[in-house]
């Protein structure tokens, strides 16, 4: 048993001291390990000579998603083509020469690799130049060259010419540019030179001086003309070319030097003039300036390029319209100031925008081709004339979209469109192309596509004028349809009916009742036209309705509306310029309407409202009462407004209304109002048997007075002993009575005693 003890511990102590001494990694069999990989396997990082870099590399494990790191068990290597060494220690890199190496680690069988590229450092960039940076324009090229070196901190190692890959630049280009380490001089001045490399810059400032004082410009003649300076170059197109000629000027000895063929050349305006090696090519008229330069030095000359002649006219002198086919012979002539026109149509240049369209020869001669547009243009000696050439198909007939129209007194439209009938049968729009006149200008004219009325063409209401739309003729025609040019096809007319404005339009009727399955008369509608004339009952209205509940229907009789459902439309009524709206309101039939009250007594100046109510057919009622259409017989006793009824002066009228054909009336009687009775005897003493006649007098509040005796009422208290009739009072028998008197809802009492 101790001995069992004794031999387990040894084997514990043992495991124990190989696990300390030995990583779990190292024990595994080489199936366990599936790969290994540096950090970036399989790409290209950099590192200065000098410099350290720790690549680690990790192995996945059979069985395990973690990987291990077995940086200080993998065997490193690496190789170069071209020279770079480094020192390799268990994935640490520390390269002592400049190339490109390979690293390479292998562990467990698997293997990975990573490229590195060594790059020398540099300490300091500095640039060789000669003449100590002070340049002269006419140097020689060899001192404009700079070297850039790039230096290291040992002084064992040469410096590197990084001139072709430095990055160069000049502070000022207008005196120097530089590239790879060339200078090119430009101008007179200072200017730095900067060179940068790696993070490193170096830079130095240059002078340049010029030898020249000046550039001049010469026009070769015999002998030569000095240009510039104030004196431009007067030209025409004819010259065709000038030669001019740069030359330098020492400052020393103020010698010339020809140096036309190195100056840099350049024209202002390319259209007008171009210069190449001083010599100038004239292509049309206006102004150019001429410029050369030469090393820091310019010099330039104004060149006025003008014309000849002042204009090129051209016979036919608008836009031109052909047909296939047809030839048009063009005439051009140029004019100068007041001088007779010379004919240079052979010797003109002539063209077409669009050949395909129509060409033009050298003698101006011009053939329509296809159908389309093109600009045919003549030029000479820098004066030019387009004008605009449209090619029609063939075609057969013209026909006007409208042979009528309207226009009021003042106002425009738009001409017919026109159209014409192809060969093929389709049809074109030749609206633009037609030329259109009037046979009464004084009334209406045609003007740029416009039909124009004049505002003082008469004092009748309407006028008539014919238009006239013709196919434009062609001038100094070679060629030409004859179907369609001067003859009765080529014609469209158009009648014209010039008309008043209208003022206003009034209708009869401001509003419309109808009854349901009914048709009804429209109403007579007159025209108030702008010079005050005036016409009754129109016949030429265009009648339109809105909505669904009334329809126009044309009968025997004329036109007339229907209503169809309950509801409400508008009846329209459009005359010339103006459009007339009617209310209209679509009821069943009513088949009794009643008024209250059918009598009405008035004060003057007081009102009262009077009441229609309507019966329809199946017994249900409506208020009328705002619909009657109301009139007074007499507007100086009664008048009324919408419902309500106004006493205007004493005396009787009669209201009268009408709805769906049915009349209703009320009788009016004005009154004044009554203000008091008036008795002559309020106390009377009469023996039995005898009478007495009182008098009862109404006052009113026009001050007027009247006996209304027997028109009043007469009540006696106790008839027994006085009785009344008419205002004769009789004594019956002794006591006392109150006799009474009303009228006009006034009352007045006598008092009787018998005795």
């Keep these: 048993m101790f001995a069992n003890r004794k031999m387990t511990m040894w084997f514990l102590t043992m495991a124990l001291l190989l696990a300390a001494l030995f990583p779990t990694g190292v024990f595994a069999a080489a199936g366990d390990v599936n790969s290994i990989a540096i950090d970036g396997e399989n790409t290209t990082f950099e590192l200065g000579v000098g410099k350290t870099k720790q690549l680690k590399v990790w192995a996945s494990v059979e069985g395990s998603t973690s990987k291990k790191d077995v940086t200080d068990y993998a065997t490193w290597t690496y190789t170069s083509d071209n020279g770079a060494t480094l020192k390799l220690d268990k994935g640490l890199v520390t390269p002592t020469k400049s190339g490109t190496a390979i690293i390479k680690a292998v562990y467990s069988g698997s293997s990975s690799i990573i490229t590195v590229k060594v790059v020398d450092t540099y300490s300091k960039l500095t640039l060789d130049y000669k003449l100590s940076g002070k340049y002269s324009l006419n140097g020689n090229e060899q001192d404009l060259l700079v070297k850039a070196l790039a230096k290291t901190d040992s002084t064992m190692i040469d410096p590197k010419d990084v001139t072709a890959d430095a990055d160069w630049s000049s502070s000022n280009a207008a005196v120097l540019t530089v590239d790879k380490g060339k200078i090119t001089l430009v101008g007179e001045g200072k200017a730095t030179i900067t060179a940068k490399y790696l993070g490193l810059t170096d830079s130095y400032e240059a002078t340049v001086t010029s030898p020249y004082s000046a550039l001049k410009l010469y026009k070769v003649a015999s002998p030569d003309v000095l240009v510039g300076e104030n004196q431009d170059i007067e030209s025409i197109m004819a010259d065709k070319e000038i030669q001019l000629r740069a030359k330098t000027v020492l400052s020393a000895d103020k010698t010339e030097s020809d140096v036309s063929?190195?100056?840099?050349?350049?024209?202002?305006d390319t259209s007008v003039a171009t210069v190449k090696g001083g010599k100038v090519t004239i292509l049309t008229v206006g102004k150019t300036t001429i410029k050369a330069s030469y090393l820091g030095n310019q010099t330039s000359v104004d060149i006025y390029v003008r014309a000849p002649y002042e204009a090129i006219i051209l016979t036919?002198?608008?836009?031109?319209?052909?047909?296939?086919?047809?030839?048009?012979?063009?005439?051009?002539?140029?004019?100068?100031?007041?001088?007779?026109?010379?004919?240079?149509?052979?010797?003109?240049?002539?063209?077409?925008?669009?050949?395909?369209?129509?060409?033009?020869?050298?003698?101006g001669v011009v053939e329509a081709k296809a159908a389309g547009t093109t600009n045919i243009k003549a030029s000479y000696q820098g004066v030019s004339k387009t004008f605009k050439l449209t090619v029609n198909p063939t075609i057969t007939k013209l026909e006007a979209e409208k042979t009528e129209l309207d226009l009021l007194k003042g106002a425009s439209v738009s001409v017919p469109k026109v159209t014409a009938t192809k060969l093929d049968g389709d049809k074109i729009d030749l609206t633009d192309t037609m030329v259109w006149t009037s046979d009464h200008d004084d009334i209406a004219t045609v003007k740029d596509g416009k039909i124009v009325s004049k505002e003082t063409s008469g004092t009748a209401l309407s006028s008539t004028v014919t238009l006239t739309g013709k196919l434009p003729e062609i001038g100094s025609a070679l060629t030409s349809n004859s179907a369609f040019r001067g003859t009765g096809s080529s014609v469209v007319t158009v009648k014209l009916t010039v008309k008043e404005k209208v003022l206003a339009l009034v209708a009869e009727d401001e509003r419309l009742s109808l009854v349901i399955g009914e048709d009804t008369v429209?109403?007579?509608?007159?025209?108030?036209?702008?010079?005050?004339?005036?016409?009754?009952?129109?016949?030429?209205?265009?009648?339109?309705v809105t909505g669904s509940n009334?329809?126009?229907?044309?009968?025997?009789?004329?036109?007339?509306?229907?209503?169809?459902?309950?509801?409400?439309?508008?009846?329209?009524?459009?005359?010339?310029?103006?459009?007339?709206?009617?209310?209209?309101?679509?009821?069943?039939?009513?088949?009794?309407?009643?008024?209250?009250?059918?009598?009405?007594?008035?004060?003057?100046?007081?009102?009262?409202a009077i009441k229609a109510t309507g019966y329809y057919t199946n017994g249900k009622t409506v208020n009328l009462s705002s619909k009657m259409d109301w009139k007074s017989s007499n507007?100086?006793?009664?008048?009324?407004?919408?419902?309500?009824?106004?006493?205007?002066?004493?005396?009787?009228?009669?209201?009268?209304?009408?709805?769906q054909g049915q009349s209703?009336?009320?009788?009016?009687?004005?009154?004044?109002?009554?203000?008091?009775?008036t008795v002559e005897e309020k106390r009377l003493v009469l023996a039995p048997g005898s009478a007495k006649t009182v008098v009862i007098t109404a006052e009113y509040d026009t001050g007027k007075t009247s006996a209304v005796t027997d028109s009043a009422t007469w009540t006696s208290?106790?008839?027994?002993?006085?009785?009344?009739?008419?205002?004769?009072?009789?004594?019956?028998?002794?006591?006392?009575?109150?006799?009474?008197?009303?009228?006009?809802?006034?009352?007045?009492?006598?008092s009787v005693s018998v005795k």
Excluded: C
């Design 717 to 750: 208290s106790k008839p027994s002993v006085a009785k009344v009739s008419a205002g004769r009072i009789e004594a019956v028998a002794k006591g006392s009575a109150s006799i009474k008197a009303k009228f006009g809802g006034k009352t007045v009492t006598i």
């Design 550 to 608: 009334a329809v126009l229907k044309t009968t025997a009789d004329g036109k007339k509306i229907k209503g169809l459902t309950k509801g409400t439309a508008a009846l329209k009524a459009t005359y010339s310029n103006k459009t007339l709206s009617i209310p209209v309101t679509i009821e069943p039939k009513i088949t009794k309407i009643v008024v209250d009250p059918q009598t009405l007594e008035l004060n003057l100046k007081k009102s009262k």
């Design 522 to 544: 429209l109403p007579k509608v007159n025209a108030v036209f702008e010079n005050g004339e005036e016409s009754a009952n129109l016949t030429d209205l265009e009648w339109t």
């Design 261 to 268: 063929d190195k100056a840099t050349w350049s024209s202002s």
């Design 635 to 659: 507007e100086n006793i009664a008048s009324i407004s919408t419902t309500s009824v106004k006493a205007i002066a004493e005396g009787t009228a009669t209201i009268t209304g009408s709805y």
């Design 316 to 363: 036919p002198t608008a836009d031109q319209m052909l047909f296939i086919g047809e030839k048009l012979q063009m005439k051009a002539e140029v004019r100068s100031s007041a001088n007779q026109p010379t004919n240079v149509s052979d010797s003109a240049e002539w063209s077409s925008s669009n050949k395909m369209t129509a060409t033009v020869d050298s003698h």
């Design 664 to 677: 209703v009336s009320v009788k009016i009687n004005v009154v004044p109002k009554l203000n008091k009775l």
